[in-house]
């Protein structure tokens, strides 16, 4: 594995799954700038390798992440938050085509609740915390938290949480909604495991249908309904080209596990 800093970045599965494990946890994974560095560099290498079927990410201790790093949030101003990438390179975890899968427990507020919103699947812990107090500190949220929290929790609870700071979301409420696909109960460690055993599920079908699938259901993000229908509709008759598709018919009907090749 390569060299970080600030997170640990292993395959595991044989390979199939990448985990990416945020490590500061003296300040609660707060997102420096060489955090974020580090993530898209960590995601976009398990993105390129073939045998990575889905990645993972998670915290660790009392936090997923507790936001972008305040200590040099306050060094910016006006003129290079624009200029620089400041916080911005995070949007580039839109371009990864594999799924991503969140294991949040604890704190995953401002920032930390964007990134596991920037995820595909997200897995809660008992002590999962999702919040926005980017207004206490007289900012917004800059990482995608006003346009995906409305679509996870409902435009009310969404404004409640960015316009007070104060309105938290835990896991039942986060399963309850949506935000979260469902709760695990138990340790990190059992809440962790299990999102690598669902990431293994996703890495053992067929690559390319898989990042076909992804790029569907993201669809419905950027597109109106009718579009969004074409895009499937595309989508779905590409997958008739793949041998896998042909590979994965056969299968089922000679009653046998499929062999993939992912292509
Ligand atoms: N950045 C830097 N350090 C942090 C952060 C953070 N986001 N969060 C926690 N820490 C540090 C604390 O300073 C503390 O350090 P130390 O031990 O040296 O004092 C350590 O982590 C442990 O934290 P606490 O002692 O506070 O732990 P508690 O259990 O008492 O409290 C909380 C936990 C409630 C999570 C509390 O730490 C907290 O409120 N943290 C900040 C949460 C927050 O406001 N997050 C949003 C940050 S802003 C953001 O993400 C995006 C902003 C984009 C807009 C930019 C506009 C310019």
New binding site residues.
């Given amino acids: 594995g390569k060299d970080y800093k600030y997170i640990k970045a292993e395959l595991v599965e044989n390979g199939a799954v990448g985990v990416v494990l945020l490590n500061r946890p003296?300040?609660?994974n707060?997102?420096?700038l060489a955090v974020m560095h580090e993530v898209i560099d960590a995601y976009k290498t398990f993105d390129s390798l073939s045998q990575v079927g889905a990645i993972v990410i998670t915290g660790q201790g009392?936090?997923f992440?507790?936001?972008?790093?305040?200590?040099?949030?306050k060094e910016?101003n006006l003129v290079n938050?624009f200029v620089s990438q400041?916080?911005f390179k995070w949007s580039e975890v839109a371009t990864i085509q594999k799924p991503i899968i969140a294991a949040v427990n604890g704190?995953a507020?401002?920032?930390?609740?964007?990134v596991a919103m920037m995820s595909d699947i997200i897995l809660v812990g008992e002590k999962a915390?999702f919040?926005?107090?980017?207004i206490?500190?007289a900012?917004?949220?800059?990482?995608g938290?006003t346009q995906r929290l409305i679509r996870e929790v409902g435009k009310s609870r969404a404004m409640e949480m960015i316009l007070t700071?104060k309105a938290f979301i835990n896991a039942e409420e986060a399963c309850q909604r949506g935000l979260a696909s469902r709760l695990v109960p138990g340790t990190n460690q059992a809440l962790l495991a299990e999102a690598i055993t669902l990431a293994r599920t996703i890495s053992e079908s067929s690559r390319p249908v898989v990042i076909m699938a992804k790029a569907a259901v993201n669809a419905a993000y950027e597109l109106g309904l009718h579009e969004g229908v074409r895009k499937e509709r595309d989508l779905f008759g590409a997958a008739f080209g793949l041998e896998d598709n042909k590979e994965g018919m056969s299968a089922f009907l000679e009653k046998r596990k499929p062999n993939f090749n992912h292509s």
């Fill in positions: 003296k300040v609660l707060a997102l420096s009392k936090a992440a507790a936001g972008v790093d305040i200590n040099e949030l910016h938050a400041f916080i704190y507020l401002g920032g930390g609740c964007e915390i919040g926005q107090p980017e206490k500190l900012a917004i949220p800059g990482m938290g700071g």
